[in-house]
């Protein structure tokens, strides 16, 4: 080896260990020696400035131009055909994404009501340029996509988009729009929440954890495995960022608060169903050494943590945003929602929703769960009555809330209809004043109870 390779290699080495020190920092801020979430949110916001962000991004500037892609090319070629199909989709997600929110960042700076909030967020603009630029790199010279622009290899991302990840990110499209003429701060932590948030913290880092784990142990594309891992690292930087912001506005305004819970109500549905593969098929992942179970669990516990860290964790957050039982494992829970997945009852509407005894009982649960109890003036029992499927009813009672199969007989009101228009409207936001009129939902019993019923289950967003 020549002295000038060998001082490019000891540079590198210095760089990596570089990164991997300020990966670990930011880390920290959500994480005690143990590896388990700090509970004190207010301290771990605290502990992050904007200033240390900003000389973050500084030290840690990369060149997406400069990765090497040489041994890549070889490396995707070893990989099976199910493994390429599987990297397509995912890293597809990425290269879209990234993309979107390039286009979709200026309003965002416009709108922070701190100058420090507005140069960190310039700095976001250019990280996410540059990793499109890495994926448009990678996709062009790795994979083989036809063409030379960026224009002409992003589009071939647009088949392996599906439904819930074209809805999250239409939705940052319009939020987008809203922020150019809303600059208030409830409309800004909506914004926050919606990119740091549910693209980054939710949707991004999971997926990035796994991939740069596999091709990191695997070695054979060292020049995307390093590139994932800059990308990695600029984006626990953002989040942290987003932690702290919306840390600053949920002490400014409940109002903020407010508004986050509002937009986690109206995406979570189709977040959920985000990371589902094509025709369910679970290769996609387990050729990579991961299960949807890892997937969703991971994702669970980190976003988990990051949410506490803002001073507003999702378990004190209104009910029906996030309606799983928290006394369960993460990996029981995302085991549980995967089920509800596949049933049919969360994510992409299939119509034609399971209704097995597992899938009534989890169901049922989250209906629990979802209780506005302030709403509920006295005990009142709730009967369904399906025509597809057997019956449940729910109790509601001084804070408290059980549901059980069976006929309730002293029901305060019954609603008889179909599981899959149940679902419909209990999950996919149909209204059921049109249900109502086209006889598919048939309520009877105490008019007052019937109206309290839209608030004690708020209406969703109708998903698309």
């Given at each position: 080896m020549s002295v000038s390779q060998k001082n490019r290699t000891a540079a590198k080495g210095e760089k990596t260990n570089a990164a991997e020190a300020e990966k670990s920092r930011v880390n920290a801020?959500?994480?005690?020696?143990?590896?388990?979430?700090?509970?004190?949110?207010?301290?771990?916001?605290?502990?992050?400035?904007?200033?240390?962000?900003?000389?973050?991004?500084?030290?840690?500037?990369?060149?997406?131009?400069e990765i090497d892609f040489s041994r890549d090319r070889e490396g995707w070629q070893t990989l099976s055909e199910i493994q390429r199909r599987s990297a397509l989709w995912t890293y597809s997600m990425f290269f879209y994404g990234e993309d979107s929110v390039t286009d979709n960042l200026s309003p965002y700076i416009d709108a922070a009501p701190k100058e420090e909030q507005k140069y960190f967020l310039a700095t976001q603009q250019v990280d996410e340029a540059r990793h499109s630029l890495f994926f448009h790199r990678f996709f062009s010279e790795v994979i083989g996509v036809p063409g030379k622009s960026i224009g002409e290899t992003l589009s071939s991302t647009l088949p392996q988009l599906g439904w819930g990840y074209r809805a999250v990110f239409g939705r940052l499209d319009s939020m987008a729009?809203?922020?150019?003429?809303?600059?208030?701060?409830?409309?800004?932590?909506?914004?926050?929440?919606?990119?740091?948030?549910?693209?980054?913290?939710?949707?991004?880092?999971?997926?990035?954890?796994?991939?740069e784990d596999y091709f990191t142990k695997a070695g054979t594309m060292p020049g995307f495995a390093e590139g994932m891992h800059n990308v990695?690292?600029?984006?626990?930087?953002?989040?942290?960022?987003?932690?702290?912001?919306?840390?600053?506005?949920?002490?400014?305004?409940?109002?903020?608060?407010?508004?986050?819970?509002?937009?986690?109500?109206?995406?979570?549905?189709?977040?959920?169903?985000?990371?589902?593969?094509?025709?369910?098929?679970?290769?996609?992942?387990?050729?990579?050494?991961?299960?949807?179970?890892?997937?969703?669990?991971?994702?669970?516990?980190?976003?988990?943590?990051?949410?506490?860290?803002?001073?507003?964790?999702?378990?004190?957050?209104?009910?029906?945003?996030?309606?799983?039982?928290?006394?369960?494992?993460?990996?029981?829970?995302?085991?549980?929602?995967?089920?509800?997945?596949?049933?049919?009852?969360?994510?992409?509407?299939?119509?034609?929703?399971?209704?097995s005894p597992e899938t009534q009982q989890l169901y049922f649960g989250v209906i629990e769960r979802s209780v506005n109890h302030s709403a509920a003036d006295g005990p009142v029992t709730i009967q369904w009555r399906f025509e597809d499927a057997p019956d449940w009813y729910l109790r509601i009672d001084n804070g408290s809330s059980r549901a059980e199969q069976g006929e309730a007989p002293d029901a305060d009101v019954v609603l008889e209809t179909t599981w899959p228009q149940w679902i419909e409207i209990s999950i996919r936001g149909a209204d059921p004043r049109r249900a109502m009129l086209r006889r598919r939902l048939r309520p009877r019993g105490s008019l007052r109870q019937l109206w309290r019923m839209q608030r004690i289950f708020p209406r969703r967003t109708r998903l698309a």
């Open positions: 801020h959500f994480q005690d020696g143990s590896g388990a979430a700090q509970p004190d949110g207010s301290a771990v916001a605290a502990a992050i400035s904007y200033e240390d962000l900003y000389r973050r991004w500084e030290q840690g500037n990369w060149r997406s131009t729009e809203e922020l150019r003429k809303d600059h208030s701060l409830p409309k800004f932590a909506q914004a926050i929440a919606l990119y740091h948030m549910v693209v980054e913290a939710t949707l991004a880092q999971p997926g990035q954890h796994f991939i990695a690292r600029d984006e626990q930087r953002h989040i942290g960022f987003g932690v702290k912001t919306l840390a600053e506005l949920f002490r400014a305004s409940d109002e903020c608060k407010a508004a986050v819970a509002e937009l986690l109500g109206e995406v979570m549905p189709y977040t959920s169903s985000v990371f589902v593969p094509p025709g369910w098929d679970e290769r996609y992942t387990t050729e990579y050494g991961f299960t949807l179970e890892d997937i969703f669990s991971f994702g669970m516990r980190s976003v988990e943590a990051k949410w506490r860290a803002t001073g507003y964790p999702i378990d004190e957050m209104p009910p029906g945003v996030y309606p799983m039982d928290f006394s369960l494992s993460h990996r029981e829970r995302a085991r549980q929602f995967i089920v509800l997945l596949k049933a049919g009852i969360l994510g992409e509407p299939n119509g034609r929703p399971d209704s």
